[in-house]
Nanobody
Framework: QVHLVESGGGLVQAGGSLRLSCEAS????????MGWYRQAPGEQRELVGT??????PTYEDFAKGRFTISENNAKTLYLQMGSLKPEDTAVYYC??????????WGQGIQVIVSS
């Protein structure tokens, strides 16, 4: 079993930046992808973006140009968020897709963007 621990969330003013981190309990060799999701109050969880084991990130439209996903050593995943808006307020979750071995989720971390 792999445990993911997120950090870096909190309260920020609109226009500000935050960097979220997600550290796995061990390196995941040959993972398929890592990604960030978010869930706003009363909404379904949605994809923010992913990064492949080859280091290629993809983003949802709302994240393009403002968010950057990166990873280090197949163990830590980052989400650098800039130009934050109140509508970015959500609980953010990291995901490590290591199928067929497992599909792992972090516990979620709150991001609040004040106007």
């Amino acid at each position: 079993q792999v445990h993911l621990v997120e950090s870096g969330g909190g309260l920020v003013q609109a226009g500000g930046s935050l960097r979220l981190s997600c550290e796995a309990s061990r390196r995941l060799f040959s993972y398929n992808s890592m990604g960030w999701y978010r869930q706003a109050p009363g909404e379904q969880r949605e994809l923010v973006g992913t990064i492949t084991s080859g280091g290629i990130p993809t983003y949802e439209d709302f994240a393009k140009g403002r968010f950057t996903i990166s990873e280090n050593n197949a163990k830590t995943l980052y989400l650098q968020m800039g130009s934050l808006k109140p509508e970015d307020t959500a609980v953010y979750y990291c995901n490590f897709n290591h199928l067929p071995h497992g599909n792992y989720w972090g516990q979620g971390i709150q991001v609040i963007v004040s106007s």
